[in-house]
DNA sequence: TTGTAGGCGTTATCAC
DNA sequence: GTGATAACGCCTACAA
């Protein structure tokens, strides 16, 4: 057992080049007042000693890291790989590595990891779909007082000094409702984000608001209270289709519900969208290679990513910015898994 | 606008809690010798003063972090998102952070993630079909040479030191095409994974493998290079139904690729399993749901993550682990995406 | 450009 | 359990 090679310092490169411990510095940070010649030098005895420079020392000297914290539910959910990737390509385009945290909407992960990730140093936070509660509120609120950007993506702006990713969730859910209505449909059930949270609250009133607008009165039995999650959609839609009189269309709380209560119409021998019409929501990559196609409200989710992350990245940089909401507009998208509704309205 | 304030140390902590730095350290890091009464009387200081330890200070000192190096191909291949949450389960429940890479398949940017990684000090590195290259094992072995475990997944050991997670492709594949085969099914397309790399080189073989052991002659024309994306799917799929002689199936590189294939067949009128029989590998979470819902080879992804982890961090706590290589069986699930051949084989 | 000195916030190692 | 002291590897400031 060969024992770990001893690694190089900066003073060993300084020393072998010939050069001051500042130069190599310079040279490595890519700071100017170091003439051509010099810089190649140090080059060659960075590659020779095969030098990496530590971030740890160079981290607590300087006092910033170039790594930022990144919780969301999980990473399994579809719609947030995408989400992901966008903050994680310009992150590492600024030289910024990101520490992935999911924390299963379990609140003491959740707080767990922020603890974690305190303890790293993290230069900034994203958080998704998250700390909804008052020690999450706290927390933001330190780190606010401690100068440390934060965005979050969800409903609504969590701190004044928060950069806040808005997704307009009243909107869609009016919008998508609304297509089922100019569809025909009056009998129209609803699998909900999961209850207490702002989503639920806020794609409630989407779809109260359509049906208020349509003249239909809501009816309490074709609410089904669901999840994000494909199980969620299978025991929705059985839940709704057991109705004496059963929907002839579905909003479901995303496209994995969506998915979901598919597959269970299925199942019951209901064809989609000829009996019974389903809407998913977010448009996850795979949603319009589905059979139907879900038609679905479209998420520039790899967008709000990149958005977010620039925020965050400016935030860090430049202290001084003050919070903001970004407002991201989500797109109907019609495509197969809707149609008028087969028998007389009613 | 407030100016952040001052962070608590070790040693105000010390100071206000009346007690030694060393007793701190202690209480923080969960050592033993210090009485109850002490530790509670630290803590409350600690949550007073709202301390958080500096990792980069510990870790400068202590030579060592509690990071790891995550570097895939890319966290929105829904393949990925099953064995990252895998790995990062089992990161986090021992005090580990993940920092996540998505090289995208190219080769600088997965060296310089590796740099990046190398600068951040982490403590292991996991590495998802990547790094087959001479400068991909220059690195390897240097990591090696620094004591420092590495995990890789894929498809071939590259390292005695590492440990690689070892997935079964021409036995899988082999298997898989076997299936089509007792169907009935004698002319078999084949949409390859990226050339070049031992992905390819080992679906290949059991697709071969499998023609061989049945008396079926291979052909050229029914071999369609791809990769492992959705539209890789639909063109090689309407590649492999231009031939003179169409295939009656299609062995896909993986499930998106099996759903590009699918959605490339419905747009010509094929009925899939009726006309053409079309196989996915991996059993991603959507396979089962989809309609036709995918015949595919499961693979353990998010045990291979967990195990895959377990791994890296038992290497990490005892250098004197040697490498290994861990085998995962895949296993055939049969669904409704493949069927005997409708006319007479041939 | 150089060299030197000091310190970032911990951990480790002594002796006590 | 305490106290003192020396690193860890780098950055910053200052004088030259």
Chains 1, 2 share one sequence.
């Not at 994000?228 to 929907?247: N, T």
């Not at 969506?258 to 795979?286: F, H």
């Not at 709000?304 to 860090?316: D, K, Q, S, V, Y």
């Amino acid at each position: 057992m060969e024992s770990p090679r001893k690694r190089a310092t900066m003073t060993d490169v300084a020393r072998a080049a010939r050069v001051s411990l500042q130069t190599v510095s310079a040279v490595i940070n890519g700071k100017p007042g170091i003439s051509e010649p010099t810089r190649e030098r140090v080059r060659s005895v960075i590659r020779q000693f095969d030098y990496h420079p530590n971030g740890f020392a160079s981290s607590l000297r300087a006092r910033r890291s170039f790594t930022v914290g990144v919780v969301i539910p999980t990473i399994t959910n579809p719609y947030f790989p995408e989400f992901v990737r966008g903050l994680e390509d310009v992150a590492h385009r600024q030289g910024y590595s990101v520490f992935l945290c999911n924390s299963d909407h379990d609140q003491s992960k959740e707080i767990n990891y922020l603890q974690l990730l305190r303890r790293h140093r993290v230069a900034g936070y994203v958080v998704a779909y998250g700390l909804s509660n008052s020690e999450g509120d706290r927390i933001l609120a330190e780190l606010a007082a401690d100068g440390i950007p934060v965005v979050t993506l969800g409903t609504r702006q969590l701190h004044p000094r928060a950069v806040t990713l808005l997704a307009d969730d009243v909107h869609g859910t009016k919008r998508i409702t609304t297509h089922l209505v100019e569809l025909g449909h009056r009998r129209i059930g609803f699998i909900s984000p999961p209850e207490g949270g702002d989503v639920h609250r806020h794609r409630l009133a989407g779809y109260l608001g359509a049906l208020e607008k349509a003249g239909i009165a809501a009816e309490p039995a074709l609410i089904a209270p669901g999840d994000f999650s494909v199980k969620a959609g299978q025991r929705g839609a059985a839940r709704l289709m057991k109705l004496g009189h059963p929907p002839s269309a579905i909003v479901a709380a995303n496209d994995l519900v969506a998915i979901g209560a598919i597959n269970a119409l299925r199942r019951m021998r209901k064809r989609v969208p000829e009996d019974v019409s389903v809407t998913g929501y977010d448009d996850i990559p795979l949603a319009r290679l589905f059979h139907p196609a879900l038609t679905t409200m479209a998420q520039p989710v790899h967008e709000m990513g990149t958005a977010g992350m620039a925020a965050l990245l400016a935030r860090i940089k430049d202290p001084k910015l003050t919070g903001e909401a970004i407002r991201f507009k989500s797109k109907l998208l019609v495509r197969e898994s809707t149609a008028p509704p087969l028998g007389p309205p009613g």
